[in-house]
């Protein structure tokens, strides 16, 4: 007996080019990526699970930075082949669209990011790290992986010494 896991799900005969270009970016995400890069997509997607969970411990809107929930997810779908168009980026930082589209303006005048048409549906904007903001991610994202363990002796206050002493 097969499980749900084993069923294979067939593709319409005739898959659109949207759906096409999906399935093409899914199966170039991954390939060739090192241990490295895997900890740094696995600390981003835990970075964005943490800033989900923080309104449980902290009235919601009150610490709340929007360009980094945007650079997150714009790292986790860069790296894992998918495709961000500007609509999701203003669901991703749940202000609205007029203020969603400010900070997508100020995020590509600082290139930080690219926005392009979408050449299936002109009607759509992909959006995707630009390659300075890739690099941006990448170094925060390996001095976040460097830190030490909070139980780790250099994460301690060190103790008052007067001077002199």
């Given at each position: 007996?097969?499980?749900?896991?084993?069923?294979?799900?067939?593709?319409?005969?005739?898959?659109?080019?949207?759906s096409?270009r999906?399935?093409e970016?899914?199966?170039q995400?991954?390939?060739?990526?090192?241990?490295?890069?895997?900890?740094?997509?696995?600390?981003?997607?835990?970075?964005?699970?943490?800033?989900?969970?923080?309104?449980q411990?902290?009235?919601?809107?009150?610490?709340?930075?929007?360009?980094?929930?945007?650079?997150?997810?714009?790292?986790?779908?860069g790296?894992?082949?998918?495709?961000?168009?500007?609509?999701?980026?203003?669901?991703?930082?749940?202000?609205?669209?007029?203020?969603?589209?400010?900070?997508?303006?100020?995020?590509?005048?600082e290139?930080?990011?690219?926005?392009?048409?979408?050449?299936?549906?002109?009607?759509r904007?992909?959006?995707?790290?630009?390659?300075?903001?890739?690099?941006?991610?990448?170094?925060?994202?390996?001095?976040?992986?460097?830190q030490?363990?909070?139980?780790?002796?250099?994460?301690?206050?060190?103790?008052?010494?007067?001077?002199?002493?």
């Amino acid at each position: 007996m097969r499980s749900s896991k084993d069923r294979i799900i067939p593709l319409p005969a005739d898959p659109s080019p949207s759906s096409r270009r999906t399935v093409e970016s899914l199966a170039q995400a991954g390939h060739g990526r090192t241990i490295l890069e895997r900890e740094l997509v696995d600390c981003a997607r835990r970075l964005i699970r943490l800033r989900k969970e923080m309104d449980q411990h902290i009235p919601p809107g009150l610490v709340k930075d929007y360009a980094w929930d945007i650079l997150l997810e714009l790292f986790v779908n860069g790296e894992e082949g998918g495709i961000v168009y500007v609509k999701q980026l203003m669901l991703v930082s749940s202000i609205t669209p007029t203020s969603a589209m400010r900070l997508i303006d100020r995020l590509e005048d600082e290139a930080l990011i690219e926005r392009q048409p979408d050449p299936l549906d002109h009607r759509r904007v992909i959006v995707g790290l630009s390659d300075r903001g890739r690099s941006a991610m990448v170094t925060l994202l390996r001095k976040i992986l460097e830190q030490p363990a909070e139980s780790d002796t250099a994460a301690r206050p060190k103790p008052f010494v007067p001077r002199g002493r």
